[in-house]
C-alpha cells in the first residue's frame, strides 16, 4: 500500500508496527531455531516463540482487524501493514501457524458464536496450540478418502482411526479434524470437529524427515471423544468446511498475522549475499553474467509473487473468483524451492556440506533449507494437485475423471 492510500489510522498505526518491532524484537534464542514453524520440536523454542506470539497479539499485530468479542484489536484494515512489517522485519515466526492460518479462518466463516468465543483467542496468543488432523495413510491427494470414523453416542462423537503427517501434533492443545460419520457417501459422509489431543485416546508418534528434524506425526485415535458441540457445521457438511480450511492453507484466506517462514525477499537478499562471497573460477559468483542474469531473473519472479500476493488482498483487483488467490501456495512454495536450489547452484561442490560441518556454508543453511522447501511444495496439496485445481475450477479447463 503506498502512502497516498493509507488514512490516518493505517498511516499511525504502520508507524507504531515498525517502532513497535524495533524496541521488541526478541533477542536470538541461544539454540538457533529451525528455519521454519513446520519443525519446532524443542519445547523452549516453543515457550520462546509463543511469548513472542503474546506479544504481538498484545500490540495488536495479530488479528487487528477482528471485532473484539472474537478478541480482536477492531481496527479498520490494519491487518496486512501489521503482517507487511512483520515479514519485512527479520522477525520469529509466529508459532501457532496453524491456528492462526487455518482454525482461525475456518471458524470465522463457518464455526458457531460458542466456537469463535471458546477458540479464537488463546489461538492469537499462542497459548493453545493447533494442529491439522486431515490426511491419512490412504488419503492424501484423495482427501475424501479418508477413513477415520466419527460415532454418535449421546452428545459426544467417539473417533476411531489415524491421521499422519500431522505438524505440531507433539505440542498441539486441538486438531481440525475431519472424520467419516457414513462410508457410503465419500464427500457427504464427512463432519468436521475440533479434537481435545489431551485425552486418553490421543497417541502421537514423531515421524523424522530426510533432513534428520521432526515436526509432524503419525496420530493414533482410539475411541477418542469430541462434544457434538465441538462439531464445526452440520453434520455431513465436512468438506464444505475442509474446503474452507484448505482455502486458506493455500493463500486464499483472511490473513490474521500468519507468518511461518522466511520472507521470499529476505531469502532473495541472502542468496545474492551469498553470490558476491561465493568465488568460483577466481571471481565472485555475483561477478559471472550468466550467474548474474539467472539471478536477476529470479529476483524479478520473487518480485511478481509478492506484488501477486499483494494483489490478492484486494478484491477489485484479483481478477474474479480465487484467480489470484489460489496461486498463492503454489507460486510461494516453488518460488522458496527454486532460490534454494539457486543457492546450492552458487555453492558448487560445497552444497554437499551440510548442518553441523564447520566448512559448510552460513551453517549448511542452504541444503537444509533446499531439502525443507518440500514441506511447501507437498503439504496442502501437492504442487501438481494445486495445478489441477488452477486448471479445472479457475481456467475451466476439462477435467482428467
Ligand atoms: C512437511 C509436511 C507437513 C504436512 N503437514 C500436514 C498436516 O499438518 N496435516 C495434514 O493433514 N497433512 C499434512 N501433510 C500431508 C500433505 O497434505 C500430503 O502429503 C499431501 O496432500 C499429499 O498427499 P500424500 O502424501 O498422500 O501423496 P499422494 O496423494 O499419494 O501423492 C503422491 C504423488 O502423486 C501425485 N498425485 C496424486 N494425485 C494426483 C492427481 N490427481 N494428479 C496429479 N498428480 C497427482 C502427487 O502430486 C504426489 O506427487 C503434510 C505433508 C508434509 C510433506
Redesign the pocket.
Known sequence: MSERQLSQEQQEFREFCQRWIEENKPDPHPIPLPQAA?EVTDPSHLTYLQEWQAKCYEAGLIASDLPKIYGGHEMTECQAIASAEVRKADVPYFINW?GLGMAVPTLLECGSEEQKARFLPPIFSGEEIW?????EPGA???LASLQTSAVKEGDQWVINGS?V???LGHFAQFMLLLARHDKSDKYGGITYFLADMNQPGVTVKPIHKMTGESG?NEVFLDNATVPDAWRVGNVGDGWKVAMATLTSERGAGVGVGAVATESPTITMAQVIELAKTTRRNGRAVWDDPVWRDRLVKLYERIEAAVQNSRRAKLKHLNGGAMRIPLQGKLVGSEVGQELHHTALGILGLKSALYVRDPNAADDGKWPLGYMNT??GT????????QR?ILGERVLGLPKTK
Open positions: 513446520y496453524i494442529c491439522q488432523g486431515f490426511s492424501g491427494s484423495d491421521k503427517w500431522t505438524s509432524f518440500y514441506t507437498i503439504s496442502g496439496g501437492s504442487s501438481e494437485i489441477n
